[in-house]
């Protein structure tokens, strides 16, 4: 849907679907749902949808009539796609995610392939007039000593096939790498030098920066510490493209607090990586993996951080919701990077709310998960 001078949606990525019959099941069965409560029927602009396709659903819908389909079906609903969330390589729900998440990484070709493919599934979707973007990880997860060299080749042979995909179709198509706790690159300096180092190894920067750009997530740079003016100032005046913004928010909670350390017991989840970072009274960061790893080290090192100002966890939680005191959330961010929009209309057109932890969330944050997305855009809009 439009949204001031943008587009926004759901990722459906928070709806568990490997195939594509899955993923159009959740699609009809959700996503419509979900549209009927935030858009009026006859709406001009029609509704947004963030498509999220696994490997498996992105070959099956490139196969016999399944595409034309579908776009006949999104003209039928008065649905469209401009964005597809290709992270996720494979089963993301109901199993252990955590590193899997980053596997295939970007010195393979089966990533290169798999994001291609979203590529020319998106350059058939997207509207005439409406830029389509692709988000993926941030090259790789620090734990596997990825081969820079070999991220660097492979997204600039991406970058080429995108650049002719845009000029094929006619439309303005690109990928945001997605900065992540423990990625191979996490906030703004590291996603900055990691795009010095990568620009400086192509054959064609300009091409390259308009076609690869940052996903920008709010819950993950509020993980960071860092500040959404500054960061979003500093990437921009560099001359990297805002690809698409995450609208997110992760959990805070107070390390010197017992009651607040208790109460994140309650989000230790087997599925998803909930990495913990840690700001002390001079402004440094302690990172933890993954909570499990958090708690070892307090049993093991005897201390509760004594220096510690502050913590925040890599667990999304819907916009809307604060989660009940002591636990506090980093919804400010979301707000922030809603009000550099306000003053920034054209920095980015791709917004997307990604709470895709539903499923996993304790039983006092849980709705019904039509009504849950429908207050997360009813949050946004009052912003």
Same mark, same amino acid.
């Given at each position: 849907?439009?949204?001031?001078?943008?587009?926004?949606?759901?990722?459906?990525?928070?709806?568990?679907?490997?195939?594509?019959?899955?993923?159009?099941?959740?699609?009809?069965?959700?996503?419509?749902?979900?549209?009927?409560?935030?858009?009026?029927?006859?709406?001009?602009?029609?509704?947004?949808?963030?498509?999220?396709?696994?490997?498996?659903?992105?070959?099956?819908?490139?196969?016999?009539?399944?595409?034309?389909?579908?776009?006949?079906?999104?003209?039928?609903?008065?649905?469209?796609?401009?964005?597809?969330?290709?992270?996720?390589?494979?089963?993301?729900?109901?199993?252990?995610?955590?590193?899997?998440?980053?596997?295939?990484?970007?010195?393979?070709?089966?990533?290169?392939?798999?994001?291609?493919?979203?590529?020319?599934?998106?350059?058939?979707?997207?509207?005439?007039?409406?830029?389509?973007?692709?988000?993926?990880?941030?090259?790789?997860?620090?734990?596997?000593?990825?081969?820079?060299?070999?991220?660097?080749?492979?997204?600039?042979?991406?970058?080429?096939? !995108?650049?002719?995909?845009?000029?094929?179709?006619?439309?303005?198509?690109?990928?945001?790498?997605?900065?992540?706790?423990?990625?191979?690159?996490?906030?703004?300096?590291?996603?900055?030098?990691?795009?010095?180092?990568?620009?400086?190894?192509?054959?064609?920067?300009?091409?390259?920066?308009?076609? !690869?750009?940052?996903?920008?997530?709010?819950?993950?740079?509020?993980?960071?510490?860092?500040?959404?003016?500054?960061?979003?100032?500093?990437?921009?005046?560099?001359?990297?493209?805002?690809?698409?913004?995450?609208?997110?928010?992760?959990?805070?909670?107070?390390?010197?607090?017992?009651?607040?350390?208790?109460?994140?017991?309650?989000?230790?989840?087997?599925?998803?990586?909930?990495?913990?970072?840690?700001?002390?009274?001079?402004?440094?960061?302690?990172?933890?993996?993954?909570?499990?790893?958090?708690?070892?080290?307090?049993?093991?090192?005897?201390?509760?951080?004594?220096?510690?100002?502050?913590?925040?966890?890599?667990?999304?939680?819907?916009?809307?919701?604060?989660?009940?005191?002591?636990?506090?959330?980093?919804?400010?961010?979301?707000?922030?990077?809603?009000?550099?929009?306000?003053?920034?209309?054209?920095?980015?057109?791709?917004?997307?709310?990604?709470?895709?932890?539903?499923?996993?969330?304790?039983?006092?944050?849980?709705?019904? =998960?039509?009504?849950? =997305?429908?207050?997360?855009?009813?949050?946004?809009?009052?912003?």
């Amino acid at each position: 849907m439009k949204f001031h001078n943008a587009h926004l949606a759901y990722c459906t990525n928070i709806h568990p679907a490997e195939s594509w019959e899955e993923t159009l099941h959740a699609l009809k069965t959700h996503t419509l749902a979900v549209r009927d409560k935030v858009l009026t029927p006859d709406s001009p602009s029609g509704y947004a949808i963030g498509l999220r396709l696994s490997a498996r659903a992105a070959s099956e819908l490139l196969e016999e009539s399944n595409l034309s389909d579908f776009k006949a079906w999104l003209e039928k609903e008065n649905c469209y796609v401009f964005t597809i969330n290709g992270f996720p390589y494979g089963d993301f729900h109901g199993t252990r995610v955590k590193e899997k998440v980053f596997q295939p990484d970007w010195t393979t070709d089966e990533r290169l392939d798999y994001t291609i493919q979203l590529f020319e599934i998106i350059a058939q979707l997207v509207p005439k007039g409406i830029d389509g973007s692709v988000s993926t990880l941030p090259g790789s997860h620090k734990t596997f000593h990825a081969d820079e060299a070999a991220i660097f080749t492979n997204l600039e042979r991406c970058a080429v096939k !995108i650049e002719e995909l845009s000029q094929q179709y006619d439309r303005d198509l690109h990928l945001g790498l997605e900065p992540e706790p423990l990625g191979h690159f996490e906030n703004t300096e590291e996603s900055l030098a990691f795009f010095d180092r990568f620009l400086a190894t192509v054959d064609d920067p300009e091409m390259v920066k308009r076609r !690869i750009g940052i996903n920008y997530d709010t819950c993950h740079f509020a993980l960071e510490f860092d500040d959404c003016k500054k960061s979003l100032d500093a990437l921009i005046n560099a001359g990297l493209r805002i690809s698409k913004v995450h609208l997110s928010s992760a959990l805070e909670f107070d390390p010197q607090s017992d009651e607040a350390m208790e109460s994140i017991r309650n989000f230790d989840e087997p599925t998803y990586f909930h990495q913990v970072i840690l700001l002390d009274n001079n402004r440094g960061l302690t990172r933890h993996p993954d909570l499990p790893d958090f708690f070892a080290d307090l049993e093991q090192s005897n201390s509760s951080h004594p220096d510690a100002i502050a913590g925040r966890i890599h667990f999304h939680i819907p916009l809307y919701s604060e989660p009940e005191a002591p636990l506090k959330s980093t919804q400010d961010h979301a707000v922030d990077a809603l009000k550099y929009l306000a003053e920034n209309p054209n920095f980015c057109s791709h917004f997307e709310i990604e709470t895709y932890t539903w499923g996993v969330l304790p039983d006092d944050l849980q709705i019904p =998960i039509e009504d849950q =997305i429908a207050l997360e855009y009813e949050w946004v809009s009052n912003q």
